[in-house]
């Protein structure tokens, strides 16, 4: 036994460290779990407060409307681990549904035109706040507020700000379709993030994201190319924000240039308060999932109790510094 091991046990005593052992152990689990337990015991509440909570197709309608907002966060985790942000997310919804809104009736039965541009638009919009951050040296949070700011503008001025509807029968299938018992939105939300949790946890690019955002300069002297990560990260983030706008616009019937508006601000809530720091370095898709579908919950059980939507706003901000509080707490 060392001598500095000595001095502790003599100055702490034998129970004051089984008590710091204990302490050690309760964080840890609270941390680990503390999300879950939260969001059990919101689902409790909602069963005994709201009768219609539990039936089956209350609950498939609450992951289908957490799908779109899912699919947005898949990809503002990646950007998040890297210690980023993404402010753009909400205006290339807009601007992907509404792209995705024009092709849709004049391709009548090619399904697949409108989709892969659609999509190319959220790419379009990720490779500009890419290079702004990368190459420009741009903090994110100015960069995608610039790009936020170009994408809404394009989205108003291809359409000059009217509404566009009436979706051909295989686009519209893509937001209220179902394949068996279970809506498409959820489908494809669900193999977005199987696919992304992939990626994140059992491939080098994934160990390369967490090793940019825990430590950017440090990564880079191990070989890491840091740009390379950084831009793979807001493509991905424009991809997934592109795909949430066209199930949206699909599930609608259309699309409005203003469609989207302050969905970066839900979709930083889920993924914080799914356990991803706002530092960087930290987080999971798993994690991201349950911050979603808690928000969802929340969301379907204030409407079916009545509670005025004034207020469901600053429930969610709650429920946002609850769990920074969590993380904050768990990384002391």
């Known amino acids: 036994m060392s001598l500095m091991t000595q001095n502790i046990k003599a100055l702490l005593g034998p129970a004051d460290l089984k008590q710091g052992s204990a302490a050690t152990k309760v964080k840890r689990f609270v941390g680990d779990y503390g999300i879950l337990i939260f969001f059990a015991l919101i689902v409790i509440f909602l069963a005994?407060?709201?009768?219609?909570?539990?039936?089956?197709?209350?609950?498939?309608?609450?992951?289908?409307?957490?799908?779109?907002?899912?699919?947005?966060?898949?990809?503002?985790?990646?950007?998040?681990?890297?210690?980023g942000i993404d402010l753009s997310v909400g205006s290339v919804v807009g601007l992907a549904g509404m792209t995705f809104a024009l092709l849709a009736p004049a391709s009548g039965g090619a399904f697949w035109l409108p989709l892969i541009v659609g999509l190319g638009v959220g790419l379009l919009v990720g490779f500009l706040s890419a290079a702004m951050v990368v190459w420009g040296g741009i903090l994110p949070f100015l960069a995608t507020l610039a790009t936020m700011a170009i994408a809404r503008t394009a989205a108003l001025v291809i359409t000059d700000g009217q509404v566009v509807s009436g979706l051909s029968g295989p686009a519209e299938w893509l937001g209220s379709g179902f394949i068996g018992p279970i809506p498409v939105p959820v489908i494809i939300f669900l193999l977005a993030a199987l696919l992304c949790e992939f990626v994140l946890s059992r491939t080098k690019f994934g160990s390369h994201v967490y090793a940019v955002g825990g430590n950017e300069e440090s990564a880079k002297k191990v070989g890491i190319s840091t740009g390379r990560v950084l831009f793979m990260v807001y493509l991905i983030g424009g991809v997934t924000a592109a795909l949430g706008g066209l199930v949206l616009t699909a599930r609608l019937d259309g699309a409005a240039p203003v469609a989207g508006t302050g969905y970066e601000l839900q979709v930083i809530a889920a993924v914080v308060i799914g356990?991803?720091?706002?530092?960087?370095?930290?987080?999971?898709?798993?994690?991201?999932?349950?911050?979603?579908?808690?928000?969802?919950?929340?969301?379907?059980?204030?409407?079916?109790?009545?509670?005025?939507?004034?207020?469901?706003?600053?429930?969610?901000?709650?429920?946002?510094?609850?769990?920074?509080?969590?993380?904050?707490?768990?990384?002391?």
């Open 48 to 83: 005994v407060a709201a009768p219609n909570f539990l039936t089956l197709n209350n609950l498939v309608n609450v992951v289908r409307q957490s799908s779109i907002i899912g699919l947005i966060a898949l990809g503002m985790t990646f950007i998040m681990i890297t210690a």
């Open 275 to 332: 356990g991803t720091s706002l530092f960087g370095g930290v987080g999971t898709i798993r994690g991201t999932v349950i911050g979603v579908l808690l928000l969802g919950v929340v969301m379907n059980g204030m409407n079916l109790m009545g509670v005025s939507s004034y207020y469901q706003q600053g429930v969610q901000g709650i429920i946002l510094v609850l769990a920074v509080l969590l993380n904050r707490w768990k990384s002391d």
